[in-house]
């Protein structure tokens, strides 16, 4: 994708995860913007150095993410997961077993005790993978952790588990569901 595109996909992901008074819109209870698409490009366009952008210009950035970060419905975006801000992300699911978690060997001192919080986020992010979850612990450090969770357990036990874009969303993973542990190193020289 061309820089100004992702400079835009990171800037949509900033109104609608965290702060969507930025261009003076709200979302609704399942994250949908007051708004349409058409209206959105119109206000993001007055921002300087956003001035090309149009409704085009955002259905590219959403038709062109791999990880299904937007959804467009009835005219309307929304941010799939990532949110700092209450909106009820994703949908249940029932039918997943295992989960993966990426993480840094220094945040897995803390988890071990504590389990895995969310953070500023409203929800834990979990991959459907291993290889998913080490993509996204090399992005906090080189001693990547790929933790294993058994995500069967946490829905027999009543934890709601969600499903958006390509990541599943939890409130939180007590430390008795991490059933599995992969450590990852950068090797030496």
Same mark, same amino acid.
Request: proline share 4%; charged share 35%; aromatic share 8%.
């Given at each position: 994708?061309?820089?100004?595109?992702?400079?835009?996909?990171?800037?949509?992901?900033?109104?609608?995860?965290?702060?969507?008074?930025?261009?003076?819109?709200?979302?609704?209870?399942?994250?949908?913007?007051?708004?349409?698409?058409? =209206?959105? %490009?119109?206000?993001? +366009?007055?921002?300087? !150095?956003?001035?090309? #952008?149009?409704? $085009?210009?955002?259905? *590219?950035?959403?038709?062109?993410?791999?990880?299904?970060?937007?959804?467009?419905?009835?005219?309307?975006?929304?941010?799939?997961?990532?949110?700092?801000?209450?909106?009820?992300?994703?949908?249940?699911?029932?039918?997943?077993?295992?989960?993966?978690?990426?993480?840094?060997?220094?945040?897995?001192?803390?988890?071990?005790?504590?389990?895995?919080?969310?953070?500023?986020?409203?929800?834990?992010?979990?991959?459907?993978?291993? =290889?998913? %979850?080490?993509?996204? +612990?090399?992005?906090? !450090?080189?001693?990547? #952790?790929?933790? $294993?969770?058994?995500? *069967?357990?946490?829905?027999?036990?009543?934890?709601?588990?969600?499903?958006?874009?390509?990541?599943?969303?939890?409130?939180?993973?007590?430390?008795?569901?991490?059933?599995?542990?992969?450590?990852?190193?950068?090797?030496?020289?």
């Amino acid at each position: 994708m061309e820089r100004r595109m992702v400079k835009l996909s990171k800037l949509l992901s900033y109104i609608l995860r965290h702060n969507p008074s930025y261009i003076g819109i709200s979302l609704d209870e399942k994250g949908f913007s007051s708004v349409t698409l058409e =209206e959105i %490009a119109r206000r993001i +366009a007055e921002k300087r !150095g956003y001035e090309w #952008v149009r409704p $085009e210009h955002i259905l *590219r950035v959403v038709e062109a993410d791999e990880k299904g970060r937007f959804e467009v419905r009835d005219g309307r975006i929304r941010a799939a997961y990532g949110h700092s801000i209450d909106v009820e992300a994703g949908v249940p699911v029932r039918d997943v077993a295992t989960l993966y978690h990426g993480t840094t060997l220094r945040a897995w001192r803390r988890i071990r005790e504590e389990g895995i919080r969310p953070g500023k986020r409203k929800y834990v992010h979990l991959s459907p993978s291993v =290889e998913d %979850a080490f993509i996204v +612990a090399r992005r906090h !450090g080189e001693d990547v #952790v790929v933790l $294993e969770v058994d995500a *069967r357990a946490m829905i027999n036990d009543g934890f709601e588990i969600r499903k958006a874009g390509k990541v599943y969303l939890v409130r939180e993973v007590p430390p008795n569901y991490i059933i599995g542990l992969k450590i990852f190193q950068e090797p030496e020289g």
